[in-house]
């Protein structure tokens, strides 16, 4: 078992304000394959922005669908006709370039059943925007994490991420957490 690591800027992750209204964007990016858990994600981005009674934004990436196209396509459907939901499909980019995408939301939803890693959420962190997470991102803040199987929940925990003032700063610790065990790992496994 050797970790994934996350190469961080010097100095602390942009302080972004926490929501306050107007439209909300959240991104639930990755590879759209069933084991990201798209569609709750979707769900709970509705559930979300109905509860807060604001328009939504559901960023996704497009251009590197695994398994065909099924899983994009229902959350197309699911959302199609909503009012006040838009489905921004951002293409499969560039590392900079997606981050640049991230920066600009204010959640991002990552409820997938297995992971080994999940560098959408560490980008996020060094971008200052926090995750909803499941289990499988063990090295995310515990507060992040919601349930897997329950929209409502996963739902639950993004409100309370989007009011959450040190929500991005409680993901650079636990990112930098996560780094420092996985440097001590690399340096006893290249010791050895």
Known sequence: YLPNMYLLENGPAPVRPVYNGGTLRMGA???????????????????????LHTDLELWVSSGRTEGGNGILDAVRAMLNGLPHVKLMEGGWQ?????????????????PSYTESFNMVTA????????????????????????SVDDVWDIARVG???????????????????????????????LSL
């Open 29 to 51: 990016f990755g590879a759209t394959r069933a084991l990201k858990n798209f569609m709750s994600a979707a769900a709970a981005a509705v559930e979300i922005a109905t509860r």
């Open 94 to 110: 560039s590392w900079p370039k997606f981050r640049m995408m991230v920066r600009h939301m204010h959640l991002l939803l990552q």
């Open 123 to 146: 980008d996020g962190i060094a971008e200052g925007v926090p995750s909803v997470v499941s289990e499988a991102i063990d090295w995310a803040p515990e507060h992040w994490k919601a």
């Open 159 to 189: 409100r309370s991420l989007l009011s959450d003032p040190h929500a991005a700063e409680d993901g650079l610790r636990a990112l930098k957490t996560h780094n420092a065990e996985g440097l001590r790992s690399w340096m006893e496994f």
